[in-house]
T-cell receptor, first 114, second 113 residues
């Protein structure tokens, strides 16, 4: 079945450092979404990408839709303590021909040391 | 907008008991999803509804799990009987257009002892 592989699984960085993480798939996705989950809460949508090659920013966050349509990248510049959390990539699934659901990667857990 | 509302936030129950998780989606959202999150398996889709109709329940683990959406503003996920391996965080999410993303609730942390 469809799977999204995220790397790294976890990161422990110093405040102020830049962060890069990525998400790959064996199949093509037409949409890539990046979510962040704070401890004890549900995931929250950060960035959505809809076109191969697209580069989109949201404050200190920048995400790119890979040109092969099989990967996406998320970068965080000048990390701060509130960036702590789990970052998930997601893309539309295809169960039985319908496309109402999202497939999620297993996440990259980010820890920031002040 | 109050967002997606789930209750209870925490549930501790004994093995064999029935558990009911509740969800109120965002008004106007036609899609409702139930996910389960564990350390080992991450976020797994259990079932989703479109216009109150179950579209895909292939992720429901077994017959002990059932979900209903009697109207556009309410859904339940029931586990009967519960087992320790059901311990997880259960999320409900709703969407107007899944391709542009979902809005998740804060989740229900279920512990079965």
């Amino acid at each position: 079945g469809q799977q999204l592989n995220q790397s790294p699984q976890s990161m422990f960085i110093q405040e102020g450092e830049d962060v890069s993480m990525n998400c790959t798939s064996s199949s093509i996705f037409n949409t890539w979404l990046w979510y962040k989950q704070d401890p004890g809460e549900g995931p929250v949508l950060l960035i959505a990408l809809y076109k191969a090659g697209e580069l989109t920013s949201n404050g200190r966050l920048t995400a790119q839709f890979g040109i092969t349509r099989k990967d996406s990248f998320l970068n965080i510049s000048a990390s701060i303590p509130s960036d702590v959390g789990i970052y998930f990539c997601a893309g539309p699934g295809d169960y039985g021909g319908s496309q109402g659901n999202l497939i999620f990667g297993k996440g990259t857990k980010l820890s920031v040391k002040p | 907008d109050a967002g997606v509302i789930q209750s209870p936030r925490h549930e501790v129950t004994e093995m064999g008991q029935e558990v009911t998780l509740r969800c109120k989606p965002i008004s106007g959202h036609d899609y409702l999803f139930w996910y389960r999150q564990t350390m080992m398996r991450g976020l797994e889709l259990l079932i989703y509804f479109n216009n109150n109709v179950p579209i895909d329940d292939s992720g429901m683990p077994e017959d002990r799990f059932s979900a209903k959406m009697p109207n556009a503003s309410f859904s339940t996920l029931k586990i009967q009987p519960s087992e320790p391996r059901d311990s997880a965080v259960y999320f409900c999410a709703s969407s107007l257009n899944p391709v542009v993303g979902y809005t998740f609730g804060s989740g229900t942390r279920l512990t079965v002892v």
